[in-house]
């Protein structure tokens, strides 16, 4: 088929128009701002509320999940999944503080007040609902392996790491798991800082969650891979004060309404999702 000069033109300025709509589109906020419900007084509900801001701790380098892009503001799904929950809140997302919290630092920043939630790729286990409570899950990881390109020593599971350094995070779930396949651990405080000492062979792999794990390999094309084999279950929750029961609800009502609405879906297509599968989202714990 020949087309002329101008249908070619107008084509190309509609491909150009589309092109803007969807780049719109997936900046756009896919949840709406609501109308804040009437929370009962003295509630951490209407406190937010009454403020119209909130705080929330996420990782800040970790691609998929909470990565800061250039303006220093969060992006990812832990980060959609924050704004989610302002949102219900009556809370802009432009009046979140976002603040930075490692793997170790999550309880405190919460037993302390500096956070209102923690979302950051958080998993639920007794011991830290010791110190906090826990809304979600929202999403089951597994820990895995990260690996040189090629996979050059032929690790394939977590049992073929007797002997071999492997790198993780102090105060994850990540570190206490592994323990049990190598004593030869380089603990640093951000799974980003543990890519360096792979790339220079100073340890052969490094532990994590298979998501967090994905978006490392994802930012840094060709260079890893993940063994794909996970040894563990990590369901993340939404870290908050220990025994505020009624926000704990109030977070795990806005998860299942999101959940049933379509929105969690929405949600991880637009950040995890263009890298991962989306599953089914798992089923919330209201202990
Ligand atoms: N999900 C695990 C944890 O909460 C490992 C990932 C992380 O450290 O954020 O400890």
Same mark, same amino acid.
């Given at each position: 088929m020949r087309l002329s000069k101008g249908f070619v033109a107008v084509a190309a300025a509609a491909a150009v128009v589309l092109g803007l709509t969807a780049c719109t589109d997936s900046s756009a906020p896919a949840v709406d701002v609501e109308t804040p419900a009437d929370f009962a007084e003295g509630s951490t509900m209407a406190r937010l509320a009454d403020a119209g801001e909130i705080t929330i701790g996420t990782k800040f &380098?970790?691609?998929?999940f909470g990565l800061a892009n250039p303006d220093g503001v969060p992006e990812g799904f832990d980060a959609e999944i924050g704004k989610l929950v302002a949102a219900k809140l009556g809370i802009e997302a432009d009046k979140i503080t976002w603040v930075e919290t490692v793997s170790a630092n999550r309880e405190p920043f919460i037993q302390n007040g500096q956070v209102d939630l923690v979302i950051a790729t958080y998993t639920i286990n007794d011991d830290r609902k010791k110190v906090v409570s826990f809304a979600g899950p929202y999403y089951t990881a597994g820990q895995d392996l990260l690996v040189l390109d090629g996979n050059p020593e032929g690790i394939e599971s977590a049992d073929d790491l007797a002997g071999k350094k492997v790198c993780t995070v102090s105060g994850s779930t990540s570190e206490k798991n592994v323990a049990e396949y190598t004593t030869d651990i380089l603990a640093t &405080?951000?799974?980003?800082?543990c890519l360096e000492p792979l790339r220079t062979g100073a340890v052969s792999a490094v532990t994590t969650d298979n998501v967090i794990l994905a978006g490392l390999a994802d930012q840094n094309e060709g260079e890893f891979e993940v063994v794909g084999e996970t040894f563990t279950e990590e369901p993340y929750g939404i870290g908050l004060a220990l025994d505020d029961t009624d926000f704990r609800m109030f977070v795990n009502d806005t998860l299942q309404d999101a959940e049933d609405d379509g929105t969690w879906d929405e949600l991880w297509e637009k950040t995890a999702g263009k890298v991962l599968d989306t599953p089914t989202p798992p089923t919330i714990d209201r202990y």
């Open positions: &380098d970790q691609p998929l &405080d951000t799974y980003s800082n």
